[in-house]
């Protein structure tokens, strides 16, 4: 079956510090991919999506591009701040499908 | 605007015991409604879906169950709790779409002792 593949966190940077998260996927077909993230005390929300292979999906400074050749769709951002703190979820979804399958979640600390 | 709710919390309950978590979504109607869980180490499963009132779809088979009586509310139950029934449960939404996007609750995190 579809799965989601993190990097293993924790993860503690500093501020102003590149970001990457990596994550691959194993699915059949074309999927739609996603990254959730859940700040303390809160439920998950998206952060940004790409439905097709080379979309490159953006938000709040944070970038993903939906690499098809190399199953994967790594988290990005060049400088990092102490409010981007938060557990993050990359997750892939089939025919537009709501029952998305998720990976373990990533936690990033970002120290001042 | 629309929100999602869920209770309790926290929840420590010994083994044997019933279960009833609550997820009630306002500001929108006839929503798609999903159950997951997260154990210790493992990412996000789906339990239980729903696409309207009285209709559930089990994802695993486990020792829970769910129900949907109203339209915005969707039911997390258990008979007894095994400790393997431990770990965040968490509510989501959507407007069934297929755009993917899920709108989450702030889970109830569930320790069977």
């Known amino acids: 079956g579809d799965s989601v593949t993190q990097m293993e966190g924790p993860v503690t940077l500093s501020e102003e510090a590149f970001l990457t998260i990596n994550c691959t996927y194993t699915?059949?077909?074309?999927?739609?991919l996603f990254w959730y993230v859940q700040y303390p005390g809160e439920g998950l929300q998206l952060l940004l999506k790409a439905t097709k292979a080379d979309d490159k999906g953006s938000n709040k400074g944070f970038e993903a591009t939906y690499r098809k050749e190399t199953t994967s769709f790594h988290l990005e951002k060049g400088s990092v701040q102490v409010s981007d703190s938060a557990v993050y979820f990359c997750?892939?979804?089939?025919?537009?499908?709501?029952?998305?399958?998720f990976g373990k979640g990533t936690k990033l600390t970002v120290n001042p | 605007s629309q929100t999602i709710h869920q209770w309790p919390a926290t929840l420590v309950q010994p083994v044997g015991s019933p279960l009833s978590l609550e997820c009630t979504v306002e500001?929108?109607?006839?929503?798609?409604l999903y159950w997951y869980r997260q154990a210790a180490g493992r990412g996000l499963q789906l339990l239980f879906y729903s696409v309207g009132i009285g209709q559930i779809s089990s994802e695993v088979p486990q020792n829970l169950s769910a129900s949907r009586p109203q339209d915005r509310q969707f039911i997390l139950s258990s008979k007894k709790l095994l400790l393997s029934d431990s770990g965040f449960y968490l509510c989501a939404w959507t407007v069934g779409m297929n755009t993917g996007e899920l709108f989450f609750g702030e889970g109830s995190r569930l320790t069977v002792l």
């Open positions: 699915a059949t077909g074309y999927p739609s």
């Open positions: 500001g929108t109607s006839n929503p798609n």
């Open positions: 997750a892939l979804g089939q025919g537009g499908s709501e029952k998305l399958v």
